[in-house]
């Protein structure tokens, strides 16, 4: 089924909007959820609520790219229940070894006060993004949307897997350039 | 600024951005761009880059190999079996290895996933949990990152990712099986308990499906009545399966990472999960693939270890 058909059952309040969306992107969102979470249990009960999320913001959403409005949805649920994993220990996996990559690009000096809404910060991240180049901004999403391995996206790309930590460690290195450009200075 | 806003941040990005860098709208998914009123519709192209063209094709290659008669089979489905090497634990400072490890008798045992957890305070009691547990082996020590080992050389027994008190199964292997009780406080105050399984395939032989479905799993004795005959039927057939080594991701197209063409969307054609809940509730499952060949769903074994069964038996799981 076509993705306007599908976003026309949610309007409709038809419950073939989930069915539909399970059969064309419950294995996407599945991925999704599974690269950061490596659970087959915890994955599957966040497809679940991104079903949920979705009859639920669809109204008043009419998504132009569903995969990406349900991806979206998944990772951040996810994200929460990582969170929540983390704080009873249950293991961080590769959330934690990409934020601690992440951190190398905050600028030391970012205090609290300073703190930029998420939507700006979005608006930045999004003109960081189309000033890379095709393959650095994939490989970058890999790792750090999707929260790929390294050994994942080399082989995705091939590229040997220091190809590509040079490749992030120098993306990173542009990203805190840009971040300290936008008026985030040190 | 803390990571994690960047994190949260970066999950609002472009959404092209997204399906883009995972190839998800690589190959046929139309979808509307660039148009204000969504009238034009634009056909988004497969990534043209020469390693997909090449994975691809040998892909399919062996798929036809397998579906014309298991052709492979001579030189593969040798008589002494296929020998899993022990697993080690991840070198510092190597890439993270995300999943969950528990050491026993000198064995690396990986998470299974599996828990025995309701998230209800009626169930989730230690009398309940306790049920399933064997002889208490100890307290997990906790000392390995998921992505570093800095521990001394080797393996230190109850050395893992995670805490807990280690236990066998009862009614499995002590080589095989292990589990671990963890406990957890609920917002709404008391103590609920959950359990989760750790299963050693490494540094061993498998011959045939039954060297794992009943020297191992005990299916045959583990599976409630209700059982789907053909799924039993099923069963049976990969008992008398042969095992084989596949080098990475060559056959298979894996359920979770994406088939070569990069199309996931195409994925549910040639693979489905077939899961089993035992009567101990110790779910386990099987990535089957159209072409006949099963794999178990566990870490050890999971894109290089696989049964293989006539293609013509598997036909029923994709209907």
Redesign the interface.
């Known amino acids: 089924m ?2 306007t058909q599908i976003i026309a059952l949610y309007w409709e309040r038809d419950e073939r909007a989930i069915s539909e969306t399970a059969e ?1 992107y419950g ?2 969102c ?2 999704v959820a ?1 690269g950061i979470l ?4 915890d994955s599957e009960e966040c497809v679940n609520d991104t079903y949920t999320g979705a009859w639920n913001s669809i109204p008043p959403h009419k ?3 569903l ?3 349900l ?2 949805i998944t ?2 649920i996810s ?1 929460n229940r990582l ?1 929540s994993r983390l704080t ?7 959330y ?5 990559e ?2 190398e ?2 600028p030391s000096s ?1 205090a ?1 006060e ?3 809404q ?2 700006e ?2 608006r930045i ?2 003109e960081f ?1 189309e000033e890379l180049s ?1 393959e650095e ?2 490989v ?3 790792r ?3 929260l790929d ?4 996206i080399a ?1 995705r ?2 590229f040997g ?1 220091s190809k590509v930590k040079m490749m992030l460690k120098r993306t990173r290195e542009k990203l805190l350039t840009h971040l300290e450009k936008e008026g985030i200075t040190l | ?22 190839g ?2 690589s190959v046929t ?5 660039g148009n204000a009123k ?1 009238h034009k519709k634009k056909t988004r192209t497969l990534w043209r ?1 020469k ?1 997909f063209r090449i994975v691809f094709a040998t892909t399919v290659g062996l798929i036809l190999l397998a579906g014309g008669g298991l052709l492979l089979s001579t030189s593969l489905f040798g008589k002494k079996g296929i020998y899993i090497p022990p697993r080690e634990l991840p070198k510092p400072s190597s ?2 290895d ?3 490890l528990l050491c026993h008798n000198g064995k690396v045992y990986v ?1 299974t ?3 025995n957890y309701s998230g209800s305070s009626d169930v989730d009691t230690k009398e309940t949990v306790f049920r399933y547990a064997g002889t208490y082996l100890g307290e997990a020590i ?1 000392n390995i990152d ?2 570093n080992w800095n521990g001394p050389e080797g393996v230190v027994d109850l050395a893992s ?3 807990g008190s280690v236990h066998t199964v009862v009614g499995y292997d002590e080589d095989f099986r292990l589990c671990k009780i ?1 406990e ?1 406080y609920p917002e709404e105050g008391g103590v609920r308990y959950f359990i989760d399984y750790y299963e050693c395939l490494s540094g061993i032989t498998l011959t045939k499906g039954s060297d794992l479905l009943e020297d191992r799993l005990h299916l045959s004795e583990m599976l409630p009545d209700t059982t789907d005959p053909a799924v039993k039927e099923f069963l049976a057939l990969l008992n008398e399966a042969p095992f084989v080594y596949v080098e ?2 060559s056959v298979p197209y894996n ?4 088939d070569p063409t990069g199309d ?2 195409r ?2 054609n040639y693979s489905t999960r077939l899961k089993i809940t035992p009567i101990d509730n110790v779910t386990i ?1 099987f990535i089957v693939y159209k072409n006949g060949y099963v794999c178990y ?1 566990q870490y050890d074994m999971s894109d290089n270890y696989f049964m293989v069964v006539d293609p013509a038996s598997v036909e029923f799981l994709f209907q």
């Open positions: 076509e993705d064309k294995r996407y599945h991925s599974y490596q659970n087959n249990e998504p132009e790219l995969s990406a409005f991806a979206k990772r951040r994200l969170r009873k220990k249950r293991g961080g996996g590769q934690a070894v990409t934020l601690g992440l951190e690009c905050i970012f609290a300073d703190m930029l998420t939507h910060l979005t991240l999004n993004l095709t901004r994939r970058f999403l890999c750090y949307w999707y391995p390294i050994k994942d082989k790309f091939s897997e | 600024m803390k990571p994690e806003q960047l994190q949260d941040a970066l999950n609002e990005i472009k959404d092209e951005y997204i399906t883009d860098a995972h998800e709208n998914e139309s979808a509307s761009v969504g880059h390693p890439s993270a995300m999943v969950g998470s996933g599996a828990y906790d998921d992505w990712t995670t805490g963890g957890w990475d991701n359920i979770y990472h994406g996931f969307r994925k549910k499952s769903n």
